[in-house]
């Protein structure tokens, strides 16, 4: 094998210390890149509390989930005695987000704390994209969930959270490119 066929290898003798760290290893600008990609939007998660680990793992892929509340342990004192610290926190998030995905799981689910941020989302101006449906934004007797019809509203058509990401990713891309081609 000539030494010039292998990058890694070249790259092996050329640099004395492990490649992990230097900001130039082949695996780490790889990686950044991927992140990078679906970085370039970031989304404020709203759902139910324990699916937190779920939009964990979307920000661990290298997706833009900009959302505090995800990690904050529900047993913590600042979760139970300091309400508005945490809602504050949302709401900086909510703000600096460029979109917002709504998630449910399970029909049965009621959403009350997502209204409160789906509400945000409208105030700032950001889009909503709704992955999966539960009882809170679904209509019945009382409601048609009117909120559901505002333009900033979109329904995916999915149940899955990491699809419903993606694909709301790439309507925002779509809407980006759009708008600089009539620019």
Known sequence: ENKNDNPLKTLKSFFRLPLEIYPCNPHILYMNKIRTEKMKKTFYTAGKVWHNSKFQALRAEGF?????WIDLDNDSDFVLNQKDKLWNLCFEDVRDADFVLFYAEDFNEEQRGALVEIGMAYGFGKTVYAVGRCKTVAPNEISDVAFTHFANWHWLPTND???????????EDRKDQIMKEIA
């Open 64 to 68: 833009g989930v900009k959302a505090r």
């Open 161 to 171: 959270l990491r699809e419903g990401a993606e694909m709301a990713l790439r309507i």
